[in-house]
């Protein structure tokens, strides 16, 4: 069974930086932040792969990074230039890949923000002020 843990939340004001850390016992493929505010749907952050190709949320704009450490088994949401507008309950969610792609003679795993993720953390809440 795949648990995570979420670190690294609390309020920043606008313009600050935060990093979040997602700690992972069990294997897992693809790994992914999300992130869900008061009366908003759910979306996705960011993903990363086991091969490390990464993919952004559109909002993101090149102000967050995404990255893993699979020795230590986390994983890290590097944020900076934080708005107002990214205050939210951000989670952590990993699974296996979301679909394999033929490239060559071989399937390769991809992990995309669209995909269904099987096991979550339980959040951690970034509040950013004016």
């Known amino acids: 069974q795949v648990r995570l843990m979420e670190s690294g939340g609390g309020s920043v004001q606008s313009g600050g930086s935060l990093t979040l850390s997602c700690t992972v016992s069990g294997d897992t493929y693809c790994m992914a932040w999300f992130r869900e505010a008061p009366g908003k749907q759910r979306e996705g952050v960011a993903v990363?792969?086991?091969?490390?190709?990464?993919i952004y949320g559109e909002f993101v704009q090149g102000r967050f990074t995404i990255s893993q450490d699979k020795r230590k088994r986390t994983m890290s949401l590097q944020m900076n230039s934080l708005k107002p507008e990214d205050t939210a309950m951000y989670s952590c969610?990993?699974?296996?890949?979301?679909?394999?792609?033929?490239?060559?003679?071989?399937?390769?795993?991809?992990?995309?923000?669209?995909?269904?993720?099987?096991?979550w953390g339980q959040g951690t809440q970034v509040t950013v002020s004016s």
């Open positions: 969610a990993a699974g296996g890949p979301n679909r394999y792609v033929r490239e060559g003679g071989d399937f390769t795993p991809k992990c995309q923000l669209e995909g269904a993720f099987l096991n």
């Open positions: 990363i792969a086991g091969d490390g190709i990464t």
